[in-house]
């Protein structure tokens, strides 16, 4: 599992792919770093591809320190004010999940679960 940079700042956004057409269940295949750019806004965009009777749930995890992980909140692209840290749910395509603000998250990883037969790539975009 390879830690790669997105710290904000340069050219924005600086972006990190945590998973490249991964399958099954487990954590993504990288994390990203963001350094000290904890009040940078920050974009999760994940793109599926299903086989039959999809599913999978995902959890977005945020480290201070690479070891002990927590929940990140996030909101929707619909309603970016409505911040949640449960876990959830996508369908075929691409879904996006805005990463609130100002969280004490250095690091950031994916952890799939349930997955049947759904293929993610992940990116985060840091601003």
Excluded: K
């Excluded at 399958?23 to 940078?40: K, M, Y």
């Excluded at 609130?100 to 759904?118: D, E, I, K, M």
């Excluded at 993610?120 to 975009?125: C, M, Q, Y």
């Amino acid at each position: 599992m390879a830690t790669l940079q997105a710290a904000a700042g340069g050219r924005l956004p600086n972006s990190v792919q945590l998973s490249d057409a991964q399958t099954g269940d487990g954590v993504s295949t990288n994390i990203a770093d963001r350094g000290a750019a904890v009040d940078r806004p920050a974009l999760l965009t994940i793109t599926t591809t299903v086989g039959a009777s999809p599913a999978c749930t995902y959890a977005i995890e945020g480290s201070a320190d690479g070891t002990n992980w927590f929940a990140v909140p996030y909101a929707e692209t619909a309603t970016p004010d409505t911040w949640t840290v449960a876990t959830f749910f996508a369908t075929e395509g691409t879904t996006q999940r805005v990463l609130q603000p100002g969280q004490p998250w250095r690091y950031l990883r994916l952890t799939y679960s349930s997955n049947n037969n759904v293929t993610n790539t992940a990116d985060l975009h840091v601003f």
